[in-house]
């Protein structure tokens, strides 16, 4: 098995390819492992690494998520909840990936994982973008998807880092108002509470 180089490339780089290391045809996976012991490379998450001393992207960030899925899933989920602010650089690294399955293309059971939580949802069309080819929940509807099914404890400390983070274009008025704009939404009134919350801790920076 060898890692394998998958260019990526993120908003606002300089076009310079970037890359994370996986295990593939050149090197297994503990021969990955000697070599951060080696201080050759970084670990990213899971069984992606980058170069020693290379700054770590959103687009390495959502490479090394699409890698610690299973490979039957790999082009069926979009990275969501924590596990998207982790990519936006909102976050720490989440325990599992959260991968978020249309139920409108669900076809067969996709068992467990250890290395996923998969939860099937109800995706629109601008719910997604793409983060060096992988699919990433929008800056909103992480938010959303946080403020509504997060713990308290994970939930308040990432969101206000969404809110805060102004090349996200996702403030707090801005979540608020797609929550109030949705009809029937359980947690609605608990996510609403949330955000208020958020603003207070806000006004006080």
Not at 93 to 100: F, Q, S, Y
Not at 108 to 128: F, K, N, Y
Request: net charge positive.
């Amino acid at each position: 098995m060898a890692a394998n180089i998958v260019p990526a490339r993120s908003a606002g780089d300089t076009g310079v390819p970037t890359g994370v290391l996986q295990p593939g045809r050149l090197h297994t996976h503990n021969e990955l492992r000697a070599m951060r012991l080696d201080g050759l490379v970084e670990n990213v998450y899971g069984p992606a690494y980058v170069p020693a001393g290379r700054t770590v992207t959103a687009a390495h960030r959502a490479l090394a998520a699409r890698a610690a899925l299973p490979e039957q899933l790999r082009g069926k989920v979009v990275i969501g909840r924590l596990s998207a602010a982790w990519v936006y650089g909102c976050a720490g690294p989440p325990d599992k990936v959260a991968g978020l399955l249309d139920h409108r293309f669900r076809t067969t059971s996709q068992g467990r994982c250890r290395s996923a939580a998969i939860h099937e949802v109800t995706l629109g069309p601008l719910d997604a973008i793409t983060v060096a080819g992988v699919p990433v929940t929008t800056a909103l509807r992480t938010a959303l998807d946080i403020a509504l099914y997060v713990p308290e404890e994970a939930a308040v400390p990432a969101l206000v880092s969404l809110a805060a983070d102004a090349r996200l274009a996702c403030p707090l008025d801005y979540i608020r108002q797609a929550l109030l704009a949705r009809s029937r939404l359980p947690g609605k009134r608990q996510a609403l509470e949330r955000i208020e919350r958020v603003l207070g801790r806000l006004a006080e920076r």
